[in-house]
């Protein structure tokens, strides 16, 4: 695990009114923060005879690696909407790809019989208290390093990630801001927590493609963290994704996946600005299909 950098953004600074940060997470082992919630998960297993779970990509990702860190076999089922890149990655880290229904949520079928059937442990995505809290070390770390940080803008899907840095960051630093970002078409908590209970959303592509699937009708933990921790939440359109990772690439010089830039996005669209402090954005994972990343980089607007 890395101790991930933090660096100032004078362009994004500029254009929010305010000190903004970026915390590179993307410079994680394995691409991305998911890393910290596996790892915490499998090194609090008993014996079990290998772990499985249902994973847009890079969850899968990091349980391989953490799997292949103790020696435990990994079955990560994807579903067909997971773009190659993702399952090449986990088949390299010695682990299944096995691809299986049209969604997140059929995915997690097959997850299920292999824990019923064959004594696999099932670390889920999100809401699992081990996973929130590996996640939530990130909230820790962001206000080691930026101690007066007046808000955070956390990418926002099943919510493990938003629910474990706001428990954190809130109990060191109560005041802080926890801004939760999704994309316009289908974001399942964003329309969970006007419903106000889990619902489910049509899954469709979209740039944040580690942003998509639902929550879980049967949600535990993070639609109630979120509910309650949240202090905001904005959406996007694709095209104002498509903003934020040009914009980090051109201007900043990190490339992130769509799900990373969504701050950045929000910025740039004028949804979001620096008040009271710094303002830091979360760049969550840069595991982008290089064809598609300079395809949108190489776009003028
Ligand atoms: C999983 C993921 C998220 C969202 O995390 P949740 O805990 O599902 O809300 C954001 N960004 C990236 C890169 C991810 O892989």
Same mark, same amino acid.
């Given at each position: 695990?890395?101790?991930?950098?933090?660096?100032?953004?004078?362009?994004?600074? *500029? /254009?929010? =009114?305010?000190?903004?940060?970026?915390?590179? *997470?993307?410079?994680?082992?394995?691409?991305?923060?998911?890393?910290? =919630?596996?790892a915490n998960a499998v090194a609090r297993l008993g014996d079990v005879a290998g772990v499985?779970? &249902?994973?847009? =990509?890079?969850?899968?990702?990091?349980?391989?690696?953490?799997?292949?860190?103790?020696?435990?076999?990994?079955?990560?089922?994807?579903?067909?909407?997971?773009p190659e890149n993702k399952r090449a990655a986990i088949t390299a880290l010695g682990a299944e790809a096995r691809v299986t229904g049209a969604s997140q949520d059929e995915a997690f079928e097959e997850a299920r019989r292999l824990e019923r059937e064959e004594g696999f442990a099932l670390i889920p995505p999100f809401d699992h208290p081990d996973i929130v809290a590996g996640q939530g070390t990130l909230g820790l770390e962001i206000l080691d390093q930026l101690p007066d940080a007046a808000t955070l803008a956390i990418p926002l899907s099943g919510g493990g990630l938003l629910a =474990?840095?706001?428990? &954190? &960051?809130?109990?060191?630093?109560? *005041?802080?801001?926890?801004?939760?970002?999704?994309? *316009?078409?289908?974001?399942a908590m964003a329309a969970s927590l006007s419903a106000g209970h889990p619902v489910e959303v049509e899954e469709v592509e979209t740039l944040a493609d580690s942003l998509g699937g639902g929550i879980g009708r049967d949600n535990r933990l993070t639609?109630? /963290?979120c509910r309650d921790l949240m202090d905001g939440m904005i959406l996007l359109s694709e095209a104002e994704i498509a903003a934020g990772i040009r914009h980090l690439a051109r201007e900043d010089g990190e490339t992130v996946e769509g799900a990373a830039a969504v701050g950045a996005g929000a910025v740039l669209a004028g949804k979001l600005r620096a008040r009271g402090?710094?303002?830091?954005?979360?760049?969550?994972?840069?595991?982008?299909?290089? &064809?598609?990343?300079?395809?949108?980089?190489?776009?003028?607007s």
């Open positions: 695990m890395r101790l991930t950098p933090v660096k100032q953004s004078p362009a994004l600074s *500029e /254009l929010a =009114g305010g000190p903004v940060w970026l915390k590179c *997470e993307h410079h994680q082992e394995t691409g991305a923060f998911k890393l910290r =919630g596996a499985t779970t &249902a994973s847009t =990509g890079n969850h899968g990702r990091a349980l391989a690696y953490a799997a292949r860190q103790v020696g435990l076999p990994a079955v990560i089922c994807v579903s067909r909407l997971v =474990g840095v706001a428990l &954190a &960051a809130k109990a060191r630093r109560p *005041e802080i801001r926890i801004i939760g970002i999704s994309m *316009e078409r289908g974001a639609f109630a /963290l402090g710094p303002l830091v954005l979360l760049l969550s994972g840069g595991n982008i299909d290089p &064809a598609l990343h300079r395809e949108i980089v190489g776009e003028t």
